[in-house]
């Protein structure tokens, strides 16, 4: 993100909900279609999911252990 984010939070907002509108409204939103492994840690539940991953020897995002990734990281196939 730009620094200019900033500018669109204001106080005792969260980044995503009404500076992400703003930002729509202004058409000045971008993404990117990301098909590799991603998932959040905002739950205790979702952390014991992701270290579950890790100690089984399973974890998606640590393509420097796996066999099978392809030259673009961002191109490996990986399941959520």
Known sequence: MRRRIFDYIRPGEDLVREPFQRLIAERALLAYKYEGFWQCMDTF????????????????????????????????????
């Open 45 to 80: 539940k979702d952390q014991q999911r992701l270290e579950n991953l890790d100690q089984g020897g399973r974890a998606p995002w640590k393509l420097w252990q796996r066999n099978d990734v392809t030259r673009d990281p961002l191109r490996a196939s990986c399941s959520r």
